[in-house]
């Protein structure tokens, strides 16, 4: 070896570019065993929360849409939109109006940037909410996956809350008037302290709202709260619960699926699939570690491929189709800015975002049920369906065990029946405070459109109980309820809303005012 | 089909091209179709036409296609209409179509837009770079481009409109002399003075378009098309409105429209203001009083007409005193006047016009007093009534002769409300007693001891007091607060 | 090594390519209009194009700061110029000394000309652009410089 110091160093001066590539990229190459694609898969940080092969039926489009990529996709693209606008946004109540325009007008693509945003934002709530649906309706909660359920019900709360905050920022009207309302909304358990007359001595409301304003009025505190809620404190909690989410997917076992049949087929492709076989150089015992099933080792046929390359194209794929769905929203539809925000003039009517929109018109009925008590019992009910269903059975289908489907209809049509009804009732004639003015609270709080129906959907629920048998057909009944209740309410406030909270058919029947 | 991902690549190679066509279609969108610049590329071409000499190529070389703003940091404004407006300054271009035409008038020369920007006269959606969002009319924003002829409305943000010359400010000028001649102020308050039966306007031109009511106008919906068709027929645009018909001309609506934008107390730096605003501020705090017959004409004749006639009012729903009639001024004390000017009288539509009230001067009250009694000979004293009166009796005499117009209790009908306690307390006895002996000229108050049939005798006369007086002390409360109900403002969004 | 999967899923296909080069494509076109993003149109505050005012407001042989604006106007027989009060080196506001100008921050300083004259100064203070706006008024544009000894003559 003559090789000086020197030399050496020469030579590796020489190989930089080459070392540089190795150390960067390791594999160096497109993979091309099946070896070298699970090293792709598990030597890479973003990658090594798949497992290395992936069942074929969780790879098929119609078991789960896409809907929990969807959203996370959506959220990366409000996340990456959001960095964008707050390179100009300026969180005072003096500037954030102007800072908005200025990003419509001078900002390069700003205007786009920002519907975008808005449009994701929406859509990420969408499909958060369709993804919970398939969840439920594919029995995908059932144990091991309760843990996960609740994560994804926290993740709910969080996207809603995200969206909430993020509503004030523009400090337009409809911005201030819809923080006023969504703030007392959390004062609002003061109609029943106050109706029971003791606010003076335990005043909750009074303290939730001062927590998130900062004040007695929507100002300058409420706006700086609402933004560091909004781009710091509620983005690292779901980022955050989202690595738990994603996680626990995989220690889970994966996707929900059902058993595959002892022996025989495949039933992909319609061709013979070899058995699975050990490979040597692989030890597969770290896999008794994982909770969920084995590899069907020697068992039975193999209905799993690599996920290098066939995942991650799915991924990829659902990831570009929501963006470019979001871009086509985006480039057609303006994000709404009112007027700069008047605390003399009430917006008329001042609507919240729409996913918000069912729970305005629970809360035209009474602030505290309608706002805190309702929204309170429906999260409390979602996140226990996993501990009151345990029988496993029907996971990973699509209404797996038999009468869900038969369930699911009569459900959805009662409740379409009970809600349409209700509503038509209401808009007709009135309620409680309209037929005896001087009634007490207690009374309204109790008895209003929206705690009858919660009531009419839960002893519909008790009686799918008791005439199947079945504590996952109650849950299905009761899930459909809520979703059709959901829905229509939404639907209804959204639609059929105008000034004043009155009953118009259409938007465009509104008085001018 | 063997590749369970084939699907999929199918569905990113989409995905990925409808993204970049959107992306390309964006950004085209944004750098090549703006509205901007094809405008500031045809004000090119005009540059390049009117370039025949040295001046001219200098500011042919010295243009360049880019986004022009005025960023006023005092103002609170940035505008972006220089943007289009290119020759704004340029004294050049007097001949060529808008948007690139010389401002008219000398009047950059002395409010250059560096200094005050556009939309501090203009109004409209200054940071805007389209026409359409600029003029805001059809755009979420308060305050949309003001037509050209009412744009002088927001000269006297920072100038006294009295001392600017009357040929800049033409409807102005004349929307001012409408407001004192139509007297106005009867019924609505403008710097603290007036009346309370309609609203205050001291901020009528910073309303937006959503504190009026416009379900009963055609489009566009803009203030001043409000104020426009409010001004020819109040209760069409806002129905129960008690608003008389000012009766005025197409141009005279248009300059109170005019007059009513320019009501608008907006902050601007001092430095902005002209020497006779600061002058008009200061004189607003130390005001000259007018005299009698000023104050009567700018503050009475609304409801009471010259005062020499009673007369039915149909929107009120009762009978307004004639009160420069002779038999009122003649029978009437001056404190009782006084009383009842500076208190108004509750249980009617008269409010009170003191200097906490509405605002006339102590010298002022004096004055419209004394016009109200001039030509009047002065009262001759009531004979004394020394008889002691029986309210009972008062109470039947009164039922029989006084309820069918003073009401039940004195609480009015066609006829004053006598049992207020601003009556009560301001009216002597003399005054009464004088009232019924001799009635009242020029209103349907009967004498009721006419020399030829006396219908009531001195103790009748005396017994009928007696009872008025029990009035006062139950009547008071309810009466104040009926009169706080029927003097609600009635104009705004309700 | 037995393949497991459906036998060869020709990687290096068409479909793949094309899509995988889609997907960077509009990954780039994105990236590309982000990186425009913090660059606005117009920067917010004043145009760097100053009115200072008629040209007969200042008399041959004066010297007019302007503070806001960071420059000094001059008039001399030839015309006018203006020098930027910005020093050079790292930007703080010069100020007028006896010989012409000097920097408080790190001791650079300029003769009346604008030329260095001491301290680390790279270059010599930048002459500005004058012309006259469409109405008369001098401009000074702060973003143009002209080379040392130009002068505008009205």
């Known amino acids: 070896m003559a090789e000086t110091a020197t030399q050496e160093f020469l030579h590796n001066l020489h190989e930089l570019p080459h070392t540089v590539k190795d150390a960067c990229f390791r594999l160096g190459k497109t993979p091309e065993s099946e070896r070298e694609e699970s090293q792709a898969t598990f030597h890479n940080l973003f990658l090594h929360i798949h497992s290395v092969r992936v069942h074929l039926r969780t790879l098929k489009p119609t078991l789960t849409f896409g809907l929990g990529l969807m959203a996370t996709a959506s959220f990366v693209i409000t996340l990456i939109t959001g960095v964008l606008l707050m390179v100009y946004y300026k969180p005072s109540t003096d500037l954030a109006y102007q800072s908005i325009k200025d990003i419509h007008f001078t900002v390069s693509t700003g205007r786009f940037i920002r519907n975008i945003h808005r449009w994701s934002a929406q859509l990420m709530v969408l499909t958060v909410l369709l993804h919970m649906a398939r969840v439920f309706f594919t029995a995908s909660y059932k144990k091991p996956r309760e843990f996960n359920w609740l994560v994804g019900l926290g993740l709910l709360v969080i996207t809603l809350a995200l969206s909430f905050t993020g509503y004030l920022l523009p400090w337009d009207q409809l911005a201030y008037w819809a923080i006023t309302i969504g703030s007392n909304i959390a004062n609002s358990p003061r109609e029943l302290t106050d109706a029971i007359g003791m606010t003076k001595l335990f005043d909750p409301g009074g303290l939730q709202k001062r927590l998130l304003l900062g004040a007695n009025y929507v100002g300058q505190d409420a706006l700086i709260r609402f933004y560091v809620l909004h781009v710091f404190i509620l983005p690292l909690a779901l980022v955050t619960m989202l690595g738990v989410h994603f996680w626990r997917i995989r220690k889970d076992g994966g996707l929900a699926k059902p058993e595959d049949p ?16 050990p490979l040597a150089t692989k030890t597969y015992g770290l896999m008794a570690l994982v909770k969920g099933k084995r590899p069907p080792v020697n068992r039975g046929p193999e209905n799993t491929v690599m996920s290098w390359p066939h995942l991650f194209w799915a991924e990829l794929s ?9 871009l086509v929203l985006s480039f057609y539809s303006d994000a709404p800015l009112k007027e700069l925000a008047n605390p003399a003039i009430p917006e008329n009517p001042a609507k919240a975002p729409w996913y918000f929109l069912g729970i305005q018109e629970l809360v035209s009925y009474s602030a505290f049920t309608g706002g805190l008590l309702i929204p309170v019992i429906v999260v409390v009910g979602l996140a226990l369906i996993p501990f009151l269903d345990r029988r496993p059975g029907g996971e990973g289908t699509w209404f797996g065990t038999s009468r869900e489907r038969s369930i699911f209809w ?31 609270q207690l009374w309204i709080i109790a008895i209003n459109p929206g705690s009858l129906l919660v009531l009419i959907f839960a002893a519909w629920s008790l009686f799918t109980l008791k005439r199947n048998d079945s504590v996952r057909l109650a849950a299905v009944s009761l899930f459909t309820c809520f979703l059709v209740g959901f829905t229509l309410l939404t639907y209804f406030a959204t639609v059929h809303r105008g000034p004043n909270w009155h009953f118009y058919w259409w938007p465009s029947q509104w008085p001018v005012h | 089909m063997n590749d369970p991902s084939r699907i999929y690549r199918w569905l990113l190679l989409v995905a990925s091209l409808v993204t970049i066509i959107y992306l390309v279609s964006a950004a085209v969108h944004e750098n090549y179709l703006a509205q901007w610049k094809t405008v500031q590329r045809e004000y090119l071409t005009i540059l390049q036409q009117k370039a025949t000499d040295d001046r001219g190529r200098e500011l042919l070389a010295k243009f360049r296609v880019e986004m022009k703003q005025a960023s006023i940091p005092a103002l609170g404004t940035v505008d972006r209409c220089v943007t289009c407006h290119n020759g704004i300054d340029d004294p050049r271009m007097t001949d060529v179509p808008q948007p690139h035409r010389t401002h008219p008038g000398h009047i950059l020369d002395k409010h250059p837009v560096d200094r005050f920007g556009c939309t501090v006269c203009h109004h409209g959606q200054g940071a805007a770079l389209t026409f359409n969002e600029a003029k805001a009319e059809d755009v979420f924003w308060d305050y949309p481009l003001l037509p050209p002829n009412m744009t002088e409305a927001t000269c006297v943000t920072c100038h006294d409109a009295e001392k600017l010359p009357p040929d800049q400010i033409p409807l102005l000028v004349v929307g001012m002399k409408l407001y004192q001649e139509k007297s106005c102020g009867s019924c609505h308050k403008l710097g603290g003075r007036g009346g309370t039966l309609g609203p205050a306007l001291d901020n009528e031109g910073a309303k937006s378009k959503h504190q009026l009511i416009m379900t009963n106008l055609k489009p566009p919906h803009t203030t001043w098309s409000w104020q426009n068709a409010h001004f020819r027929d109040p209760g069409g645009v806002v129905p129960g409105s008690l608003m008389r018909n000012p009766t005025v001309t197409r141009p005279e609506t248009l300059a ?7 009501q608008w107390k907006r902050d601007v730096p001092e430095s902005y203001l002209a020497p006779d605003k600061i002058e008009q501020k200061y004189r607003a705090l130390h005001p000259t009083p007018l005299t009698g017959e000023q104050v009567y004409r700018q503050y009475c004749t609304a409801c009471h007409g010259n005062g020499a006639y009673t007369r039915w009012d149909k929107k009120f729903n009762r009978f307004i005193p004639a009160i420069r009639g002779v038999s009122l001024v003649s029978t009437a004390s001056r404190d009782y006047l006084q009383a009842n000017i500076e208190q108004g009288r509750p249980g009617t539509q008269m409010p009170a016009w003191g200097p906490h009230a509405g605002g006339l001067l102590p010298e002022e009250i004096t004055g419209v007093i004394e016009y109200l009694r001039s030509g009047a000979t002065a009262a001759a004293p009531a004979p004394a009534l020394t008889l002691h009166g029986d309210a009972g009796n008062g109470l039947s005499l009164f039922l029989r002769n006084c309820a069918g117009c003073h009401g039940m209790n004195g609480r009015g009908g066609m006829a004053p409300e006598i049992g207020n306690p601003v009556f009560q307390q301001a009216a002597p006895d003399e005054f009464i007693i004088r009232t019924i002996r001799n009635g009242r000229v020029g209103t349907a108050m009967p004498a009721f001891q006419r020399p030829d049939a006396p219908a009531l005798g001195d103790q009748d006369i005396a017994d009928v007091l007696a009872y008025l007086r029990t009035l006062d002390s139950h009547r008071g409360q309810k009466a104040i607060a009926q009169n706080t109900v029927t003097a609600a403002p009635s104009g705004g969004k309700p | 090594m037995s393949r497991l999967d459906p036998p060869p899923l020709n990687r290096r296909s068409f479909l793949s390519l094309a899509s995988l080069g889609s997907f960077f494509a509009a990954l780039g076109t994105a990236a590309a209009g982000m990186l425009r993003l913090p660059n606005p149109a117009v920067l917010p505050g004043p145009v760097r194009r100053f009115k200072l005012g008629p040209p007969e407001q200042f008399s041959a042989g004066s010297e007019t700061p302007f503070a806001e604006q960071n420059l000094v106007l001059f008039r001399d027989d030839e015309g006018f110029y203006a020098i930027s009060s910005t020093c050079t080196h790292l930007g703080c506001t010069v100020a007028r000394s006896k010989d012409g100008f000097a920097c408080p921050c790190h001791g650079s300083r300029f003769d009346s000309k604008g030329s260095v004259i001491g ?26 410089e002209v080379p040392e000894g130009t002068r505008y003559r009205v």
């Open chain 1, 318 to 326: 659902v990831f570009m189709v929501t963006v470019a769905g979001t």
């Open chain 1, 410 to 440: 009569q459900s959805l049509f009662f409740a379409v029946a009970v809600t349409v009804g209700m509503l038509a009732f209401t808009v007709n004639h009135g309620w409680l405070r309209n037929w005896f003015p001087n009634i007490h």
């Open chain 1, 262 to 277: 002892p022996g025989g087929l495949a039933e992909w492709g319609g061709e013979k699939r070899l058995v699975f076989q």
């Open chain 2, 256 to 262: 109170l429209t005019v007059y009513m934008l320019s």
């Open chain 3, 119 to 144: 301290g680390p100064a790279p270059r010599p203070l930048p002459w500005l652009e004058v012309s006259r706006a469409a109405n008369g008024e001098l401009i000074v544009n702060a973003d143009n």
